[in-house]
């Protein structure tokens, strides 16, 4: 039988409570330990082991089924809401045959190869980004540093022109908060709608812009898809450049800006890396696991799953994976898993997801990544962050990623 574990010591799964905010791994210790296929007041199943997450992300028998998961979550009419109609055209959110050619569509540009031909390009805006601010002696490393290079990177291979950026660098933060396992108030969900409103009606004319002057870049070719016929609906295209817009920076901000976080409370391993630069790509593994940008995804179950866990999960209900949990699962790194080691062997973190909707982004946010924090230690040696213990968390579960984090030299 499916029954709700709660114990004593308070509710095993309040993911946007402040305690948990702001140090989740206590909080998943106490689930794979003591209900690792946990079910929610909402009727969610938590998964919190590296073996039933990996299972989930990666069985045919679930899916993503988003549209009666959110009528079932709401109710029907919540289809008729904008931004629940632009996300369930999401890649992210559709299941074959959809997704594989929505995909499809845009895989060419994220393969290894064509990301590091990027590598020369983002080193130059990461160096632009500490020419800015080396005379200051100080900077907010989220705000002046890690924001910066992503959102740069994802408008330049969109195609959106230099002079109508500086919106999305002001605005495009806030959509955090409709990933959540939580349902979401009418005013979130109106400011959603708000927001999806604006971002559709900017796209519109980009679009109109470059069927008239084509350009070399993902938008350009999804506009020529788009005409070509039944590749890709008008709410299909628009869907999947927010979506492209929103997963490729705010995840990567937030893996810069956790990394080097860990990296300064754990001074050992700042040393080490300041004394073999060589061990950044390890570093980068290591940091995607020890605090990963995106803590969670989901999957519902297409058919009954007699045994998640030892638990029954009937068709249509949803399986939450917890991927930080995960990524600390003594069953897979008994080495002190909540130890940061940046020479630690065999780090496969599950950051990125797992299955066909493995994250379409990986290496270019591993590249981004790399370059950012390696030349910050290189050329800014003697940075110190003001306040290592107390900073400031952003109140979203799934995406895990600091305010500010106000640093000096
Ligand atoms: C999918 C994490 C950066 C684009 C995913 C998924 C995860 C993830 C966990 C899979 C979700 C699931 O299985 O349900 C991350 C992390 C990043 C990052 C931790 C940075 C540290 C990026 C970047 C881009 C990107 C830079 C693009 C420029 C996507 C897309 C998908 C995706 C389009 C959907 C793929 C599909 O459904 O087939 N990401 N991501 N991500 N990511 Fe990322």
């Keep these: 039988m499916n029954e709700q574990v709660q114990p004593a010591g308070g509710p095993l799964f309040n993911p946007l409570s402040p305690d948990f905010i702001r140090d989740p791994y206590p909080h998943y210790e106490r689930l794979r330990t003591i209900d690792p296929i946990h079910v929610t007041p909402f009727g969610q199943f938590v998964a919190s082991r590296h073996a039933d997450v990996s299972l989930v992300m990666r069985d045919k028998r679930f899916g993503k089924d988003f549209v009666e998961r959110s009528k079932r979550r709401y109710s029907p009419e919540i289809m008729n809401e904008p931004v629940f109609r632009s996300m369930s055209h999401w890649m992210l959110q559709s299941d074959p045959p959809d997704h594989t050619r929505l995909r499809g569509l845009v895989v060419k540009a994220f393969t290894a190869r064509r990301v590091e031909d990027m590598r020369p390009r983002i080193q130059e805006i990461v160096d632009q980004a500490i020419d800015a601010v080396i005379d200051r002696g100080h900077m907010d490393l989220i705000e002046d540093f890690a924001f910066r290079l992503p959102v740069t990177v994802i408008c330049e291979m969109l ?25 979401l108030s009418p005013e979130e969900i109106a400011k959603g709608n708000a927001g999806n409103m604006m971002a559709q009606m900017y796209f519109q004319q980009l679009f109109e812009l470059r069927r008239r002057n084509p350009g070399d ?29 929103g997963a490729g920076h705010e ?17 050992d391993q700042l040393a080490l890396l300041k004394a073999q630069p060589d061990l ?36 249509g209900e949803t399986v939450l994976c917890l991927l ?11 080495d002190h898993p909540d130890r940061l080691d940046i020479t630690r062997p065999n780090v496969r973190p599950l950051s990125f997801g797992g299955g066909i909707h493995f994250c379409l982004g990986a290496q270019l946010a591993r590249i981004e990544a790399e370059v950012a924090i390696a030349t910050l230690l290189r050329r800014l040696p003697d940075l110190r962050i003001d306040d290592v213990e107390n900073p400031e968390w952003r109140p979203t579960f799934v995406l895990r990623g600091l305010k500010q984090l106000p640093a000096s030299w």
């Design 280 to 315: 950044i790509t390890n570093a980068i593994e290591e940091f995607l696991r020890y605090d990963s940008s995106v803590q969670m995804t989901g999957r519902v179950a297409l058919e009954q799953i007699d045994d998640l866990g030892g638990k029954t999960i009937p068709k």
């Design 217 to 245: 870049d993902l938008i350009t070719q999804l506009v020529q898809a788009e005409e070509d016929g039944n590749k890709l609906t008008n709410e299909e295209l628009t869907a999947n450049i927010i979506l492209l817009f």
């Design 159 to 183: 195609g959106i022109p230099e002079d109508h950026r500086e919106v999305f660098y002001k605005s495009s933060r806030d959509g955090g908060r409709l990933l959540d396992p939580v349902p």
């Design 324 to 334: 930080g949990s995960a990524n600390h699962d003594p069953a897979v790194y008994p």
């Design 251 to 267: 995840t990567t901000v937030n893996l810069i800006g956790n990394g080097l976080l860990a990296l300064h409370r754990n001074p």
